[in-house]
């Protein structure tokens, strides 16, 4: 494999780009740094296929990237293979506002064929390649110039390892027949939504105090409200308010600024400075959530109750079986509060749709109305049908 110099100019990146346009895939990784800031500091852009690698200063003076985002989100033809790549995508569309197309996440892979929930990149490369990473760069400065031959070299690393390990992780997932299976998943970490940063919907990240309409409108507007602050100011949401202080306030507002003190993560300072001011100027305004928009209730069922609760830890054991036996990560099957809403009766859930109720919802739904129960055979837990329990059980009386 041929790798390349640091690219800080824009003529070879569209030479680089240009070759790399005729390939079937490319990988892509970035360094960026985001501790003190609203939007992540790109500094370093990795791609690479089975035949060349480099790495890209976004920071070089005078550099353009359009051929890049070109390749990246412009091409259908190429596949852009990532690992964990969600905040790679996030940091492309703050760029673009696009994200890859199409998009390929070796992490969400590897639920598929084995039963990893979320391999990090240096088991990935040691599982299969058998090689150790130099960790000792991963947590170095990327913004500061210039950049040391071995922040480069880990950084390029980083795609010409999975340049070797897509088209194996590939190839089992085609013998394995699994493929579709991923295919809602790697459309969900390429929607264009899940990376804008749309203020009017902000609050919706917030875990919601209960489903007061007054409570939830003035949630709505504080999250607006810090939203735009911290853009404006481009530090860290947190560091405006937390989570937690700011649906304090949405259930709890003050009367009056000087009210602010007594809220539990807010600093003296607030009683009397601007931004407090303009707190209070949000809640003022903030009107009830409309009907429209409310949250759609959970879907729960009936009260689990103990029996129900019991029914429910039945279904995690055999989610743990079927995982087990198929070598596939629970997570990519189901989660919990879908295997409650089956105890609890609800039926309209997706572990009842398509490949998941083939290879688990079908089995989960026997074992909550009676049909499947399980057996231990040569020390193994097993699941059975209750007929051919029950038939068993006829031939052992007969043959006595």
């Not at 390349?4 to 346009?21: D, G």
């Not at 992780?169 to 991923?182: E, M, N, P, Q, V």
């Not at 000087?258 to 809220?263: N, P, S, W």
């Amino acid at each position: 494999m041929k790798i390349h110099e640091l690219i800080t100019e824009t003529a070879p990146l569209a030479e680089l780009c240009e070759r790399l346009a005729k390939s079937d895939f490319v990988c892509v990784d970035t360094e960026f740094m985001r501790e003190n800031t609203y939007w992540p500091e790109l500094c370093l852009v990795q791609i690479g296929n089975e035949e060349e690698a480099a790495a890209v200063d976004p920071l070089a003076e005078g550099i353009d990237l359009s051929p890049l985002w070109e390749l990246l989100c412009d091409n259908d033809e190429v596949l852009k293979v990532f690992h964990a790549g969600g905040q790679d995508v996030e940091i492309v569309y703050n760029f673009t506002g696009k994200t890859p197309q199409p998009i390929f996440d070796t992490q969400i892979a590897m639920m598929a064929i084995s039963q990893s929930e979320q391999i990090g990149y240096a088991n990935l490369v040691e599982s299969w390649l058998g090689l150790t990473i130099d960790k000792g760069a991963r947590f170095t400065d990327w913004s500061r110039r210039p950049l040391t031959e071995r922040q480069i070299e880990y950084a390029i690393g980083d795609v010409t390892h999975l340049a070797q390990i897509f088209p194996r992780i590939l190839k089992k997932l085609i013998k394995t027949g699994r493929g579709a299976w991923l295919d809602a998943e790697m459309e969900k970490l390429a929607d264009p939504e899940n990376y804008a940063n749309d203020a009017e919907i902000a609050w919706k990240r917030i875990r919601s105090p209960g489903r007061n309409p007054a409570v939830l409108g003035r949630l709505k507007a504080l999250a607006a409200w810090r939203e735009s602050e911290a853009q404006h100011k481009n530090i860290p949401r947190g560091r405006i308010m937390r989570d937690e202080t700011l649906a304090d306030i949405a259930s709890h507002p003050p009367k009056k600024q000087a009210d602010l003190t007594k809220v539990r993560g807010l600093s003296n300072a607030w009683k009397d400075n601007d931004i407090g001011k303009r707190l209070l100027k949000v809640l003022d305004k903030a009107e009830p959530l409309p009907k429209s928009e409310m949250p759609e209730k959970p879907k729960r069922g009936a009260p689990l109750g103990k029996e129900g609760a019991l029914v429910a830890d039945l279904l995690k054991l055999l989610l743990k079986i079927r995982a087990r036996e198929i070598d596939v990560a629970a997570r990519l099957l189901t989660r919990a509060d879908e295997m409650e809403a089956l105890a609890a009766g609800v039926r309209d859930l997706k572990i009842l749709e398509g490949w998941r109720y083939d290879v688990f919802g079908k089995d989960a739904l026997e074992l909550v109305e009676g049909r499947l129960a399980f057996a231990v055979k040569d020390g193994r837990l097993l699941m059975t049908h209750v007929d051919e329990l029950h038939a068993g059980m006829v031939e052992a009386q007969a043959a006595e």
